[in-house]
């Protein structure tokens, strides 16, 4: 059954950007500051932006002849009046595409292509990507413009292009519904990024949702950090909209550097930082933050990736701050889930039982219009009664907190930016010295983030060196942005495990990886399971379950998550509670009930991760290290080859005891025998 937001339904009015922005009389006045350049101190007030965003639009207009639907791309970092540019291209009843300015020139030549942009706005230092690009997509010079006064080489300041005309408000022209607002793009796990097509609606929709949230909490005396990028979504929707429309300064940071982002929240008295998981990660740890005066922020939002408990403490404790969280994507405007900020006041932070489990479904007026061009990716993310897919497992606990646990889709997420694998895979299959190549994220809690992490096997006759890595670093590097180079490092394997139809098994790789760096807590872990086996009285057992759950506490997050999902012999009902120092694998009696309670741990002896490798073709799934551990068990008889499967012989010679007391036919002979084999039976674990 679809469970509704807790919050009131909110009216949202049928009009167009431009109209819901600026048609209106507000409260704090024409005079109002509500952009700063956090570098050079200029401001603008809300009459200037609105003034600066219909003269540009009536340039565009008039000189260009830009007719509805035309697409304008910008391709540059934060500006203090970058979001003036794209409100001007709304006045002017076209749609606006930002694009990372990171990317190198194949990457925007994919976007512009994809898009059919017209013309492009860019940085100075930016034009040799902007023109390259342009030439290959057939976009004129003249339709390249750029940001500041000064004219670079051919190229003219955007400002050259107003005119003393104002547009007027296209509220004829645009149909909010239906008309494209920005086409974001959001890159796919099948490879390059995919057009997002977000209306007017979606806009204007998620903009009044998120001002709900926090509306008796926010006032016009409130300032934004603006350092998350505006051509993310996050920071286009949430920041620019949010912060004009309820009259919030918004200090724009160029990119985020940490003494810039402390300086300004210092000078400008910053009340509401936006931020991401590996700038809370810096404010928690580095210790330049105690040179500046950060009293003024009263609270900080992260988004854009996965944000751990243990951070959120650091943080708090050492700024007296809070820290709230945020879920969206980039197709639903982007935010859907956000905390209160009357729930983060009272400083409870905790975790429940994970309940039942499933992907996250979203309907709402801030849902995407779908993907441009792409009816098959449009009917695999929407269902038939118009929920979209967002690819996210979570869980909703009794009180509606939703807490989201993994993800179905592949994306790697690098400090908010998505990356994805298949793109990566393919420009590392097109090296000759590449035979096969699999990427996956891997958490590094150094830099609170997602690495991208390469597993390549090299082609027949190369050999796997230390110079082919920065052969491959260096070549990837030529070839795609900064936040998709191969972080994580390069590590060389005989094989990528894939599916019998062919896709890699990423999950394998990515335990696989973590297996090895984190050994030894993955080893701890297992020798307090044997502890806590081996502990039949109360001391004892006191003693091994406290081993057991400081070892578990040592693991990784991720390892973590890994052994909630799939306890190591964990029984299929082992719902009751155990006293302290109780013997966890056998079964006790409850006095209470008058039944005895299944062990908590069965007597299997493979792990779940390990068992679920067997029940795959060994050959093509597992890693090498573990192929040859496999293979040596066989080796010594633990298990053997059932056609192209892995069967422990232990389960087998079981069998044959159970036919034999039951009075069937058995291969043992005497009891003595008997006795034996049953205590060969005795539960053994391997670490991994």
């Given at each position: 059954?679809?469970?509704?937001?807790?919050?009131?339904?909110?009216d949202?009015?049928?009009?167009?950007?431009?109209?819901?922005?600026?048609?209106?009389?507000?409260?704090?006045?024409?005079?109002?500051?509500?952009l700063?350049?956090a570098?050079?101190?200029?401001?603008?007030?809300f009459?200037?932006?609105?003034?600066?965003?219909?003269?540009?639009?009536?340039g565009l207009?008039?000189?260009?002849?830009?007719?509805k639907?035309?697409?304008?791309?910008?391709?540059?970092?934060?500006q203090?009046d970058?979001?003036?540019?794209?409100?001007?291209?709304?006045?002017?009843a076209?749609?606006?595409?930002?694009?990372?300015?990171?990317?190198?020139?194949?990457?925007?030549?994919?976007?512009?292509?994809?898009s059919?942009?017209?013309a492009?706005?860019?940085?100075p230092?930016?034009?040799?990507?902007?023109?390259?690009?342009a030439?290959?997509?057939?976009?004129?010079?003249?339709?390249?413009?750029?940001?500041g006064?000064?004219?670079?080489?051919?190229?003219?300041?955007w400002?050259?292009l107003?005119?003393?005309?104002?547009?007027?408000?296209?509220k004829?022209?645009i149909?909010?519904t239906?008309?494209?607002?920005?086409?974001?793009?959001?890159s796919?796990?099948?490879?390059?990024?995919?057009?997002?097509?977000?209306?007017?609606?979606?806009?204007?929709?998620?903009?009044?949702?998120?001002?709900?949230?926090d509306?008796?909490?926010t006032?016009?005396?409130?300032?934004?950090?603006?350092?998350?990028p505006?051509f993310?979504?996050?920071?286009?929707?949430?920041?620019?909209?949010?912060?004009?429309?309820?009259?919030?300064?918004?200090?724009?940071?160029?990119?985020?550097e940490l003494?810039?982002?402390?300086?300004?929240?210092q000078?400008?008295?910053?009340?509401?930082?936006?931020?991401?998981?590996?700038i809370v990660?810096l404010?928690?740890?580095?210790?330049?933050?105690?040179?500046?005066d950060?009293?003024?922020l009263?609270?900080?939002?992260?988004?854009?990736?996965?944000?751990?408990?243990?951070?959120?403490?650091?943080?708090?404790?050492?700024?007296?701050i809070p820290?709230k969280?945020?879920y969206?994507l980039t197709?639903?405007?982007?935010?859907?889930?956000?905390?209160?900020?009357?729930?983060?006041n009272?400083?409870?932070?905790?975790?429940?039982?994970?309940?039942?489990?499933?992907?996250?479904?979203?309907?709402?007026?801030?849902?995407?219009?779908?993907?441009?061009?792409?009816?098959?990716?449009?009917?695999?993310?929407?269902?038939?009664?118009?929920?979209?897919?967002?690819?996210?497992?979570?869980?909703?606990?009794?009180?509606?907190?939703y807490?989201?646990?993994?993800?179905?889709?592949?994306?790697?997420k690098?400090?908010?930016?998505?990356?994805?694998?298949?793109?990566?895979e393919?420009?590392?299959?097109?090296?000759?010295k590449?035979?096969?190549?699999g990427v996956v994220?891997?958490?590094?809690?150094?830099?609170a983030?997602?690495?991208?992490l390469?597993f390549i096997?090299p082609?027949p006759?190369v050999?796997?060196?230390?110079?082919?890595?920065?052969?491959?670093?260096?070549?990837?590097?030529?070839?795609?942005?900064?936040?998709k180079?191969?972080?994580g490092?390069?590590?060389?394997?005989?094989?990528?495990?894939?599916?019998?139809?062919?896709?890699?098994l990423?999950?394998?790789?990515?335990?696989?990886?973590?297996?090895?760096?984190?050994?030894?807590?993955?080893?701890?872990?297992i020798l307090?399971l044997?502890?806590l086996?081996?502990s039949?009285?109360?001391?004892?057992?006191?003693?091994?379950?406290?081993?057991?759950?400081?070892?578990?506490?040592?693991?990784p997050?991720?390892?973590?998550?890994?052994?909630?999902?799939?306890?190591?012999?964990?029984?299929?009902n082992?719902t009751?509670?155990y006293?302290?120092?109780?013997?966890?694998?056998?079964?006790?009696?409850?006095h209470?009930?008058?039944?005895?309670?299944?062990?908590?741990y069965?007597?299997?002896?493979?792990s779940?991760?390990?068992?679920?490798?067997?029940?795959?073709?060994?050959?093509?799934?597992?890693?090498?290290?573990?192929?040859?551990?496999?293979?040596?068990k066989?080796?010594?008889?633990?298990?053997?080859?059932?056609?192209?499967?892995?069967?422990?012989?232990?389960?087998?010679?079981?069998?044959r005891?159970?036919?034999?007391?039951?009075g069937?036919?058995?291969?043992?002979?005497?009891?003595n025998?008997?006795?034996?084999?049953?205590?060969?039976?005795?539960?053994r674990?391997?670490?991994?």
């Amino acid at each position: 059954m679809p469970l509704k937001s807790k919050f009131e339904d909110i009216d949202i009015p049928n009009t167009d950007i431009p109209s819901f922005l600026f048609n209106r009389s507000p409260d704090f006045g024409e005079n109002h500051p509500v952009l700063f350049d956090a570098h050079s101190g200029k401001y603008l007030t809300f009459g200037q932006v609105r003034e600066a965003s219909q003269r540009f639009g009536a340039g565009l207009q008039d000189r260009w002849n830009w007719k509805k639907n035309d697409v304008f791309c910008i391709f540059s970092p934060n500006q203090y009046d970058y979001t003036v540019v794209a409100w001007g291209v709304h006045f002017a009843a076209g749609i606006v595409t930002p694009s990372n300015p990171a990317y190198q020139v194949g990457e925007l030549v994919h976007q512009l292509v994809s898009s059919n942009a017209k013309a492009i706005i860019a940085l100075p230092q930016l034009l040799s990507v902007v023109t390259e690009a342009a030439r290959k997509v057939g976009i004129p010079k003249d339709r390249i413009i750029l940001f500041g006064d000064k004219k670079v080489e051919d190229f003219e300041p955007w400002k050259n292009l107003w005119t003393s005309r104002r547009a007027n408000y296209p509220k004829d022209k645009i149909d909010p519904t239906r008309d494209v607002a920005f086409l974001a793009f959001s890159s796919g796990t099948t490879g390059l990024p995919k057009g997002v097509m977000l209306s007017h609606r979606n806009i204007i929709a998620n903009t009044l949702q998120t001002i709900r949230v926090d509306e008796h909490n926010t006032t016009v005396k409130d300032r934004y950090m603006a350092c998350l990028p505006l051509f993310h979504i996050y920071g286009l929707t949430t920041l620019a909209h949010v912060g004009i429309y309820q009259g919030i300064g918004l200090v724009v940071l160029q990119r985020f550097e940490l003494a810039l982002f402390c300086k300004a929240v210092q000078k400008y008295k910053v009340t509401y930082a936006h931020i991401v998981p590996p700038i809370v990660l810096l404010l928690a740890k580095d210790p330049s933050i105690k040179n500046y005066d950060l009293s003024s922020l009263r609270m900080i939002n992260s988004g854009a990736a996965p944000l751990t408990k243990e951070l959120v403490l650091e943080a708090h404790e050492r700024l007296g701050i809070p820290v709230k969280q945020g879920y969206g994507l980039t197709e639903t405007s982007p935010t859907t889930h956000a905390q209160k900020w009357d729930g983060v006041n009272g400083w409870r932070v905790y975790e429940v039982p994970a309940g039942k489990e499933g992907e996250l479904w979203l309907r709402g007026p801030n849902v995407m219009l779908g993907y441009l061009n792409n009816p098959e990716a449009n009917s695999r993310s929407f269902t038939k009664d118009g929920f979209f897919k967002t690819g996210d497992v979570g869980r909703v606990d009794t009180h509606g907190n939703y807490y989201i646990t993994d993800r179905i889709k592949e994306l790697i997420k690098y400090k908010g930016f998505q990356v994805a694998p298949a793109e990566l895979e393919g420009l590392l299959l097109s090296h000759p010295k590449v035979g096969d190549a699999g990427v996956v994220g891997v958490y590094s809690s150094s830099v609170a983030s997602e690495l991208p992490l390469a597993f390549i096997v090299p082609a027949p006759g190369v050999s796997a060196s230390d110079n082919l890595v920065k052969e491959l670093v260096a070549f990837m590097n030529e070839r795609v942005a900064p936040h998709k180079r191969l972080r994580g490092g390069i590590k060389f394997v005989q094989v990528i495990p894939k599916s019998p139809s062919g896709k890699i098994l990423r999950r394998v790789l990515q335990f696989e990886c973590l297996f090895r760096v984190n050994s030894k807590y993955t080893r701890n872990y297992i020798l307090s399971l044997r502890l806590l086996q081996k502990s039949t009285n109360m001391p004892a057992g006191l003693v091994a379950q406290k081993a057991h759950l400081k070892a578990f506490q040592n693991l990784p997050t991720q390892l973590q998550y890994f052994f909630r999902r799939f306890p190591p012999n964990l029984g299929t009902n082992a719902t009751h509670k155990y006293p302290p120092g109780s013997n966890p694998f056998k079964s006790s009696h409850n006095h209470t009930t008058k039944k005895w309670n299944e062990p908590i741990y069965s007597l299997r002896r493979q792990s779940d991760l390990h068992k679920l490798a067997l029940q795959h073709n060994v050959a093509d799934l597992l890693p090498t290290m573990r192929r040859q551990e496999i293979e040596s068990k066989v080796m010594k008889g633990t298990i053997r080859w059932k056609g192209r499967k892995a069967v422990n012989t232990r389960d087998e010679r079981k069998e044959r005891v159970k036919k034999a007391l039951v009075g069937q036919q058995s291969t043992i002979r005497s009891r003595n025998s008997l006795k034996s084999f049953m205590r060969g039976l005795r539960w053994r674990r391997d670490p991994f």
